[in-house]
């Protein structure tokens, strides 16, 4: 019951303190940049030779800006479940507010799992109208659909999930400073790790640049790759997500911009499940065990 | 129904090497206000803190309303108004009242009846849509009165209530505790001004480096230490010195013409009239003959001293 009071108090918040207003209006306002560069590409292409070398060609191109949009939108995802979520839990211990509701009679693990539950509300919304705006726009404009598109939002909600709990976790122990900058330390850590692995992959899929000695190396920078995900399994969903989208083609080729040739395994979407899991059960730990 | 609806055993706090509660034990009983004193640094706050749960004690143990620390069940009887709170300032003062009504888990048809009821009896009520970021620091003091109040507790604790109230606002908490007590609530009072404590509360605590130093009735405190001024005329050394058998530190001023004035600490009211009658069966004229009881304020310096316990 309290965790429900707390999610529309989260919600709340979120309305009055604009912060939704500024999300609709600027992803809107992304949306309509997107269609109208899509727009103006596509009517470009208008010039191509017909034929079924052109019907690959006009695929391959629609599924490259699709996948652009989506890149920007999951890299704005994350930068959105982070902000939203690192002042919750310090910033209202800091100035008190946090007193009188955990002194009601209700369990500290109500309010995390209350915010939680709005926070991740709230992304689902974000994702849903930039997402789908994106999918709505190129579906609108050329009829094309990418494969698994909805499998790939759904790995990019995980995502943000993620980076939103982890968030909320360092949140519970940390100052709103300390926590943005371990979150997104840590996404860079990630990040690299995972261009890392996409040219340690490369080097072992298409070249022996280095003799032996160089396939050694690019086998460990994949490694690295792995190590960085292990730690903090974002990046990884977005190359799992990619690869979902992706065309047959560039998939059955195996390399993508957007994603390497080694792609994420099924085991790695249950780590990141799990993982997101125990993060939320550490939060709240923390939480109900803190001094306020 | 428990004895004490506050009890308190050697409660420990510490922070790292820091004791910022040595071994609290104290008891406060329904219907009563108890005054919680003490200078700053003293661990007041941390004390409270600790009694509702917002950090864990070290060692001790304590009971409210007759279950342990941390009792949720018992937490829907309490009401609490932290010291320098701060709400969610983007709701109205209804809302606010609104979510923390439900967080007591009462029914929507309690809240619709008891939220006017506290606004009107803090002064709030033309002000309830407003934004509570619109309000004075008096105004947001009173809103979290109210959240105090909503689920008409029966042991209320106010950490420094009229801080950053007005006259007109500290006598209206003045009522409100006074109400309380009438209902049979108690109120657990953490304050520094020490003119409202002695209106307000039954019993003080004296507290310095976390540990009760006194623990006193505020009526036999007072009386206790009642000095007593008498102007007279015929006072000599010898019947002052004669006064020894009622009073002590007796001072004789002698030097003010025809009139001397006469001091000295006596440990009841009804000495009074005794020394009234002794003096003038020796052939004292007696002009004046004034109790004057010692300010709490004068008390929690000669109890606690003036090196503020930091």
Known sequence: MATFIIMRLTFREAV??????????????????????????????QGMPAGAASVLARTEAYNFLFMAGMYAV??????????????????????GTIQTLVTKPVRRAEIVLGKWLGFGGLLALYLMLMAGGITASV???????????????????LESLIIMTFTLMCSSMLSTLATGGVVFGLYGLAFIGGWVEQFGSFVTTFGRPGGTQGLEAAHAAVNVGIVSSLIFPVEVMWK????????????????????????PSLLMIVYAAVYLVVTLVVAVRRFSQRDL | MPEFVLD?????????????????????????????LGPNGAGKTTSIKMLLGLIAPTSGTASLLGAPLGDRAARARIGFLPEHFRFHDWL????????HGQLYGMPPATLARRIPELLDRVGLMPFKNKQLRTYSKGMLQRVGLAQALLNNPELVFLDEPTSGLDPVGRRLVRDIIHELRAQGAAVFLNSHLLSEVEITCDRVAFIKHGEVVRVSDLKT??????????????????????LA?????????????????????????????????YLVAHGVQVYALTPQRLSLEELFIQIVGTDGGL
């Open chain 1, 240 to 263: 799992r997500a990619a690869y979902e989208m992706t065309t047959p083609l560039l998939r059955s080729v195996g390399f993508s911009p957007f994603s390497a040739p080694s792609v």
């Open chain 2, 92 to 99: 109205s003062a209804q809302e606010f009242l609104t979510v």
């Open chain 2, 8 to 36: 308190i055993q050697n409660l420990r706090k510490e922070f790292g090497a820091n004791v910022a509660v040595r071994g609290l034990s104290l008891q406060v009983q329904r219907s009563e206000v108890f005054g919680f």
């Open chain 2, 245 to 277: 058998q009622w009073g002590r530190d007796i001072r004789l001023d002698s030097d003010a013409g025809r009139l001397q004035t006469l001091t000295l600490a006596i440990s009841a009211e009804e000495a009074l009239p005794v020394i009234n009658q």
């Open chain 1, 74 to 95: 999951t890299f704005l995802s994350i930068v959105m479940a982070a902000l939203i979520s690192a002042d919750t839990l310090a910033g209202e211990i800091g100035t």
């Open chain 2, 221 to 242: 405190l007072a009386e206790g230490e009642t000095s007593v001024s008498i102007r007279a005329c015929g006072l000599t050394p010898e019947i002052a010195a004669g």
């Open chain 1, 139 to 157: 579906w609108l404009q050329c009829h094309y659909l990418a494969d698994n598109w909805l499998a790939g939002i759904g790995l990019i909600y």
């Open chain 1, 16 to 45: 009055r303190r604009k912060i939704v207003l500024a999300a609709l209006l600027l992803g809107l306002a992304f949306l309509v940049f997107y269609s109208l560069g899509f727009y103006f590409i596509i009517t470009n292409m």
